[in-house]
């Protein structure tokens, strides 16, 4: 990505799986004069060193990467794109792994917090808050948005008495997402259609409480990334998928296709008020317009993906990323 000049180094957080899109927001924000340095966290510590000095003049904080030395304030703006766990050696004794990895992410956390008056895209406090399912279920209710009805348990007598109130017309997923980038994540991230069978003994939610939620009817899934008040829509129908039809992510890249939408004016507007109540700068928000045409929320993924709607729509979120982090 270039040598880095004096106080115009953009950080792109992220880690070495990550491809597409940070070298899209790297090649925006290079046309636009700004020196990107990507910093892959799952290097740190063993390929990256960080040196955190603080003294009653001031501070010196410095990232050593095998491809540059970069200062603390060098840097202008930072594009939290994936923050991934400390990677440690495989011989680490595992008595102490545990300790290292809780260190090293206590390192990097405090490292990061010299930045607290660096733009950022996203502030890592609101997008820790904001990846709340339930709060932001509550605040898109309350901008006006419909949502579904939704439950969140440990409780298997719950689940099993929100599953018979919906006639078994329900889904489940995580309450944090687990996506890595661009390509195919584990099986079990993906919302999923509950049948009465998976409830009968629902003894697994004692360890891992689960989202059961109101299955709506698809007429389109959409995508809709926002940044900085700009929405992307893309719309993908699913339906002659078997296996996408409870999750888009699930189809093969030839059952269906992403085709451009516009959100009613009234949609648009709820999901700006959302946005920025959550106080986000970036999100991914997933929608569902019924055959009926109502448009019902989801839930919105701050660092969810949107390489797809660039590759395959052109939308210029790439060079809408770098505007917001040079803003």
């Given at each position: 990505?270039?040598?880095?000049?004096?106080?115009?180094?953009?950080?792109?957080?992220?880690?070495?799986?990550?491809?597409?899109?940070?070298?899209?927001?790297?090649?925006?924000?290079?046309?636009?004069?700004?020196?990107?340095?990507?910093?892959?966290?799952?290097?740190?510590?063993?390929?990256?060193?960080?040196?955190?000095?603080?003294?009653?003049?001031?501070?010196?904080?410095?990232?050593?990467?095998?491809?540059?030395?970069?200062?603390?304030?060098?840097?202008?703006?930072?594009?939290?794109?994936?923050?991934?766990?400390?990677?440690?050696?495989?011989?680490?004794?595992?008595?102490?792994?545990?300790?290292?990895?809780?260190?090293?992410?206590?390192?990097?956390?405090?490292?990061?917090?010299?930045?607290?008056?660096?733009?950022?895209?996203?502030?890592?406090?609101?997008?820790?808050?904001?990846?709340?399912?339930?709060?932001?279920?509550?605040?898109?209710?309350?901008?006006?948005?419909?949502?579904?009805?939704?439950?969140?348990?440990?409780?298997?007598?719950?689940?099993?008495?929100?599953?018979?109130?919906?006639?078994?017309?329900?889904?489940?997923?995580?309450?944090?997402?687990?996506?890595?980038?661009?390509?195919?994540?584990?099986?079990?991230?993906?919302?999923?259609?509950?049948?009465?069978?998976?409830?009968?003994?629902?003894?697994?939610?004692?360890?891992?409480?689960?989202?059961?939620?109101?299955?709506?009817?698809?007429?389109?899934?959409?995508?809709?990334?926002?940044?900085?008040?700009?929405?992307?829509?893309?719309?993908?129908?699913?339906?002659?998928?078997?296996?996408?039809?409870?999750?888009?992510?699930?189809s093969a890249p030839d059952e269906c296709s992403w085709e451009p939408e516009q959100l009613p004016d009234d949609v648009a507007s709820h999901l700006r008020s959302l946005m920025d109540?959550?106080?986000?700068?970036?999100?991914?928000?997933?929608?569902?317009?019924?055959?009926?045409?109502?448009?019902?929320?989801?839930?919105?993924?701050?660092?969810?993906?949107?390489?797809?709607?660039?590759?395959?729509?052109?939308?210029?979120?790439?060079?809408?990323?770098?505007?917001?982090?040079?803003?």
């Amino acid at each position: 990505m270039g040598k880095t000049s004096t106080r115009n180094v953009v950080l792109l957080l992220t880690h070495t799986g990550d491809y597409y899109t940070v070298d899209r927001v790297a090649e925006a924000l290079s046309r636009r004069g700004a020196s990107p340095f990507r910093l892959d966290t799952d290097r740190f510590p063993l390929e990256i060193k960080l040196s955190a000095s603080l003294a009653q003049n001031g501070f010196r904080h410095v990232i050593n990467d095998r491809r540059a030395r970069i200062n603390a304030d060098d840097v202008k703006a930072i594009w939290a794109r994936k923050i991934w766990t400390p990677c440690m050696d495989e011989n680490l004794d595992p008595q102490f792994h545990a300790l290292c990895v809780n260190e090293s992410s206590a390192m990097l956390q405090g490292f990061l917090d010299v930045f607290h008056s660096t733009r950022w895209v996203n502030d890592l406090r609101q997008d820790q808050e904001a990846e709340n399912k339930l709060r932001q279920l509550r605040i898109a209710r309350d901008v006006g948005l419909r949502i579904p009805r939704t439950l969140t348990t440990n409780d298997p007598d719950q689940a099993r008495a929100f599953f018979e109130e919906l006639g078994g017309n329900v889904v489940a997923k995580l309450l944090r997402p687990l996506s890595i980038s661009m390509g195919p994540a584990p099986l079990f991230v993906y919302t999923s259609v509950v049948r009465e069978q998976d409830l009968a003994d629902a003894e697994m939610l004692r360890h891992s409480p689960m989202v059961f939620q109101e299955r709506i009817s698809k007429a389109c899934e959409f995508r809709i990334a926002f940044i900085d008040g700009q929405l992307f829509t893309g719309g993908i129908d699913a339906s002659s998928s078997i296996k996408g039809q409870s999750d888009w992510r699930l189809s093969a890249p030839d059952e269906c296709s992403w085709e451009p939408e516009q959100l009613p004016d009234d949609v648009a507007s709820h999901l700006r008020s959302l946005m920025d109540k959550l106080g986000l700068v970036y999100g991914a928000i997933d929608m569902i317009r019924t055959p009926e045409g109502e448009h019902v929320f989801l839930e919105v993924n701050p660092g969810g993906e949107w390489g797809m709607l660039e590759r395959d729509l052109g939308y210029p979120i790439s060079e809408a990323i770098a505007d917001a982090l040079l803003k």
